[in-house]
């Protein structure tokens, strides 16, 4: 055999890779592995975990800041960010309040809730997409713009006196312990995994992702679908704050505070690149479970708050630096 042909041969794998094996070794399986570990140890750390009412109140922790997850991930994979989606929450918030007091009925609440966070991610959209300006510091300079309207309209005040019927979007159950805010996310995950994973659209989202100038150049409408994302971002954001107002059955102007770094670590647990270009609606899903169930457990053993938000903090960095360790690693022994 000559050398020339020997060049020319493919090499055979011994093992080619399945989908079963592809599906235990991904982040997927190992955010499982993880989630199944912090629930046994909440169990044990906590006579009242194992309760039906109070695995029900643990679904309230990360429902509201997973839907805004869900979009967020799609932004993120398409290259951009979205900081100000806490305060779009207190913004929508406040107008919600703002309608109580003129005597406006449940329905339109809740138009008024979800139009305003559509409006807010439009805003953010065309500031990006059309004066060409880094998402991260339109929305920086957004997230300090819509908490401060509401800060100018509230002060230190609250709206109270929302209808009865209105309380049943955050507080409400569809069956026994299974609570309309589960339902609702565990349905927008179907949709948001439908819509990233089995469409065309999701794939120019990773395209644009992995490299906008090469999608462009390939007749993708690179602006149009990045305004897309900061609207439906905005929207996840203006439900988020229908279900929040309702739970709590108040508006202040602090609502929501700190959401948005919850809602990108969720997103980054998840599996999602945050350079963009990589990351699954599944992985998202299954980080949101895990916020809640750390948040819940610490909770329950009476941890105060402001270690809470240490931990979410310290939590973002791990998970943000582990991935460029290991291909540092990687490369170095190769």
């Known amino acids: 055999m000559t050398s020339d042909t020997a060049n020319t041969l493919q090499r055979i794998p011994d093992r080619l890779d399945t989908p079963f094996r ?48 869900l979009a967020m991930a799609l932004l993120i994979i398409s290259g951009e960010i979205d900081l100000s989606v806490a305060a779009i929450i207190a913004l929508a918030s406040t107008m919600m309040g703002m309608a109580v007091q003129a005597g406006a009925d449940t329905p339109l609440l809740v ?6 966070g559509l409006l807010c991610g439009a805003f953010n959209g ?46 409400g159950y569809v069956w026994w312990v299974i609570s309309f805010e589960l339902v609702l996310f565990l349905a927008a995950a179907i949709v948001f995994w439908f819509l990233l994973h089995r469409t065309s659209f999701g794939r120019t989202v990773y395209a644009i992702g992995n490299n906008p100038v090469a999608a462009a150049f390939s007749g993708i409408r690179v602006e149009r679908v990045k305004f897309i994302l900061f609207c439906l971002t905005g ?5 988020a704050s229908v279900l929040l107002t309702s739970r709590l059955a108040s508006t202040r102007p602090s609502i929501a505070y700190g959401y948005e770094l919850e809602v990108i670590t969720m997103v980054v647990l998840g599996g ?33 708050g402001i270690v809470m938000s240490i931990f979410t903090g310290l939590l973002l960095i791990v998970v943000i630096a582990l991935p460029i360790i290991w291909n540092r690693i990687r490369h170095k022994s190769a």
């Open 126 to 171: 065309l500031l990006v997409t059309r004066l060409g300006l880094p998402s991260i510091v339109v929305t920086i300079g957004t997230m300090s713009l819509f908490r401060g309207i509401a800060y100018i309209i509230l002060g230190d005040e609250a709206y109270k006196g929302y209808p009865s019927s209105f309380a049943f979007f955050g507080q």
């Open 272 to 304: 999602v690149a945050i350079l963009g270009g990589a990351g699954s609606i599944p992985g998202v899903v299954l980080a949101a479970f895990i916020m809640g169930l750390v948040t819940f457990g610490l909770g329950l053993v009476n941890v105060p």
């Open 22 to 69: 592809n599906a235990l070794f991904s982040w997927e399986m190992l955010l499982v592995i993880v989630a199944l570990a912090i629930f046994i140890i909440n169990s044990f750390a906590s006579p009242y975990f194992l309760n039906a009412w109070s695995l029900s109140d643990l679904t309230f922790n990360f429902t509201e800041k997973g839907l805004i997850a």
């Open 235 to 239: 929207l996840m954001a203006g439900i």
């Open 111 to 116: 138009l008024i809730g979800v139009g305003v």
